[in-house]
DNA sequence: CATATTTATACTCGAAATGAGTATTAAATG
DNA sequence: CATTTAATACTCATTTCGAGTATAAATATG
């Protein structure tokens, strides 16, 4: 028999995210009054087969937008913590059953959007994500001090070591570009965003960033995460252009994902090198400098084996 | 308010994978008569905060297995395909609500297994993907010409090219150890897998590999294909190994998992050029051959800031 | 005991990929 | 026409990778 305690509502929220003029944004859903959240409705088992085939309908109808490429990202079932039970979510106000959420990214380019609806930089939400100019001065400025002292005030000695080696791989030396969600995990925890304090009902001391409903902000961290990643490895990029591109317009949106720079030459070696692209012949009416080649995203890549981008080699022979 | 049909039970899933002998097993639950299932429960949203805990905790008592290093994989809501909600669950005999399964990987060592389950080598379920000896035989006498029909059955030109592009990125030229799932997926779209046959309530006509109940070996191939992506990039591995090992009984295990064979001195190359392992200063009991060391994982690497295997640098400076 | 067999481990070497440039070309701007 | 901006070609040293060869240290076997 099924209890009701074991039954839950599943609710599917989506990073729906676009490249215009060197800004990842993200499309939310912003009320007046309270924090910005991404699309987010709930899944109707009894009218859809697939989860993502309920999220593609509600989407379309929130925010009228035609996903393109989705992605599954991660299912939260956490209670007392960014989850809706734990903030005011209409749809359970009834003290109905524990919601689950499943996180979707999905790409797109950026259209008209539905009333309600807008679309926002992500990096206003995770400013010390962006590196393309320099180091954000807020690193060591505030979040650095403030991990310091949140290594200083761990319980015992052991914890005092796992946390300075978190803080270290987080915002140590180095700065691996993937590890969005752990990051951003890490500052929830050392209070440093409001999304801590909200959750566990205390006044607000710090706020680091644009705060999100919900889990919200979690599931963008890794949406930004996941699609870091797997822009390395599949052609994931060419699902945020416009059908015909400069090389430069792309390297530009790789490296607004990224959150990175990138050397010219050498991303447009690696592009050639693997196919991505072919020229189309035109060229840009001319803005400044020396027009550029238009070109277009061979699609024939993914048909003629192995995903561009992937290495690891290293196969020998049977022993 | 709450629908009835907005509600839906979770069930949790674990691929929970040990190598022994250079067998990578997994542990499932095996009732006589019928198919293998992998460990299977509800998630109880009453007694759990997350449903890694709840997870932690059935699988504790159906399993006496401690799940050491676990990682959620994928969230399935497929209706009508390979889900409980189409075979005979008796969870769900009494027409509740529609279930939701999540699949979770985990990776320990193999110890005594509870009454009732039992490790079995995954190849059963996926003969096609080892090919540690050679290209499985199988592939060119069976799932090849298999595949050739499929395409030519297609409904139209169009989907003949489709298809034609899928069978080629599987099983054609070159072989990405990770594209387990989507070999699996193919198979099933093309009825050369059991559970096809069976979730639609059709004489089985064709059976590769051993079949399991409800959608587990669509699990089971993600938690191959993510296994087989994340050894690359994270030390993963050494959640399989004994506490101290030889460097040849590390390579197995990596082999044994990628269903592939490596160059031996590169392998080593590697492995201590990354600072993966540190010698113990001693060695194996003469088996046969020359004693090798035995070797401890450098847990430190994971604080040392950058996962050991990521590479992708191609970082300039800013414009 | 000599020799074959196994396995471990060190070292080499060419090919390819990568990082970091320099040089040259083609336009617009003032 | 010099300057600026950008595109694109080409170079070059370094690193990584794939594929070996060479040597060492044990057991097994005649």
Redesign the pocket.
């Known amino acids: 028999m099924i209890a009701r305690d074991t039954v839950v509502s599943i609710g599917l929220s989506a990073a729906i995210v676009a490249v215009e003029g060197e800004q990842p944004a993200v499309l939310v859903v912003a009320h007046a009054g309270s924090h910005d959240a991404l699309p987010f409705g709930p899944f109707d088992p009894a009218h859809h087969r697939t989860l993502e085939s309920g999220l593609r309908k509600w989407v379309g109808e929130q925010t009228r937008f035609d996903l393109g490429y989705t992605e599954q990202l991660y299912t939260f079932g956490d209670k007392g913590r960014h989850l809706p039970s734990s903030g005011l979510d209409v749809r359970m106000a009834d003290g109905g059953a524990r919601m689950v959420s499943v996180g979707y990214l999905a790409l797109t380019r950026q259209g008209q959007e539905a009333p309600g609806t807008q679309w926002r930089g992500w990096y206003h939400y995770f400013p010390w994500e962006d590196w393309r100019d320099c180091r954000p001065a807020m690193i060591d400025a505030v979040i650095v001090p403030a991990l310091k002292k949140f290594v200083k005030d761990a319980p015992d000695a052991k914890a005092v070591e796992l946390r300075r080696a978190r803080v270290n791989v987080c915002f140590g030396e180095g700065w691996d570009e993937e590890r969005v969600l752990e990051r951003y995990e890490l500052l929830y925890e050392a209070g440093l965003v409001e999304e801590f304090w909200r959750d566990s009902g205390r006044p607000v001391k710090n706020r680091l960033g644009t705060a999100m409903q919900f889990d919200h902000r979690r599931i963008l961290a890794t949406a930004i995460a996941r699609l870091r990643g797997k822009l390395k490895y599949r052609p994931v990029v060419f699902e945020l252009m416009a059908p015909a591109f400069?090389?430069?317009?792309l390297?530009r949106t790789v490296e607004a994902l990224a959150g990175l720079r990138l050397?010219?030459?050498?991303f447009?070696?690696?592009v050639?090198?693997q196919g991505l692209v072919e020229?189309t012949g035109k060229?840009?009416a001319?803005?400044?400098?020396?027009?550029?080649?238009l070109?277009r995203f061979r699609r024939e890549v993914l048909r003629e084996r192995q995903a561009p981008g992937v290495?690891?080699?290293?196969?020998?022979?049977p022993?």
Chains 1, 2 share one sequence.
């Not at 400069?246 to 317009?249: K, M, V």
């Not at 001319?286 to 080649?293: D, F, I, K, S």
């Not at 290495?311 to 022979?317: A, I, T, Y």
């Open positions: 400069t090389l430069l317009e390297q050397h010219k030459q050498n447009r070696r690696l050639a090198e020229g060229f840009t001319a803005t400044r400098g020396r027009p550029a080649e070109f290495r690891l080699g290293r196969r020998g022979k022993a």
